[in-house]
Every structure is written in structure tokens, then in C-alpha cells.
């Protein structure tokens, strides 16, 4: 089963969900984002990260980027490994 891994740098927290996870994981890290936090953004495709920041804009392009970045881990970009599924790549 795919878990919800939610990262924060500066104003910006993301969620990022993959293929396999629930509705109810997804609540969970949904319901750990700051109060009052709005959608921002989202990138990807099958992998999806969802960016959420202040509701006055004030999180920064830096701060963005970086929490999205820091959201991925080497198994998002090396099919085949820890965890991927090799047919995939």
C-alpha cells in the first residue's frame, strides 16, 4: 500500500499521493495542513504533488520549488527500485 508523504519548507506544504493510496490516507494529510492553507499548486502526473500555502500568496517561487523537491525520493526517478515496479520503467 502507497503512503501520503507531506513535506514543509517555509510557508509551503505538500502533499504528494501515488498510485494505491486511499481516500483515508489522503484525509489524514490533509487534516496535518496548517491552518487556513489553500492550494497553490500541483505537479505530476501518476505521482501527484499538491502544494498548499498561505492564503495571502506569500510563499515564495524558493520556497515552492524546494518543499516540491524535497516532497520526491529516489524511487520517483529510478524505475526499479526500492519500491518501483520494474514493468513501469
Do not use: N, Y
Not at 8 to 21: A, Q
Not at 61 to 74: F, H, K, T
Request: aromatic content about 4%; cysteine-free; proline content about 8%.
Amino acid at each position: 500500500m502507497s503512503r501520503a508523504r507531506s513535506t514543509s519548507v517555509g510557508s509551503v506544504t505538500t502533499i504528494k499521493l501515488t498510485p494505491g493510496m486511499t481516500a483515508s490516507e489522503l484525509a489524514e494529510q490533509a487534516a496535518r495542513l496548517p491552518d487556513g492553507a489553500v492550494f497553490v499548486a500541483g505537479f505530476g502526473d501518476v505521482g501527484v504533488v499538491l502544494a498548499f500555502g498561505p492564503p495571502d500568496g506569500s510563499a515564495t517561487e524558493r520556497d515552492l520549488l524546494a518543499a516540491v523537491v524535497g516532497s520526491l525520493a529516489p524511487e520517483d526517478f529510478a524505475p526499479g527500485r526500492a519500491g518501483s515496479d520494474p514493468a513501469d520503467g
